[in-house]
């Protein structure tokens, strides 16, 4: 489903906002939740199908906007989509490990 055709579909289905969840680390990357809104501010239920096109857009973009986000330490968000006016508005945070390097020297000499 193309990311014209899945806001048509939420539309259709009543859906005036979706909220989606995501995390990913050790190459694999889940879109853990997908919660719709009517226009209402209610949750309401949509088709086990749509919600499959959700998570799979929602995936293809984070690769498109951010690839990689599933590697290594990954990285975890959420995003809110307006189906009206077709924006996706994500809060994405990547993990990062860090190493620090640092030389030093002592004198191993104790004082007498």
Known sequence: MTKN???TALAGAGVALARI???G???QGFVEAVTCYGSDGKEIDIPADL????REVVSDTLDEE???WELDEGSSGSVEIDVATGAAKFDHTERVMEYLEEDFEVSLR???
Do not use: F
């Open 5 to 7: 055709e899945l806001l």
């Open 21 to 23: 969840e995501y995390c």
């Open 25 to 27: 680390s050790d190459d």
């Open 51 to 54: 919600t499959t096109a959700v």
């Open 66 to 68: 951010r690839g990689g």
């Open 110 to 112: 104790e004082a007498e």
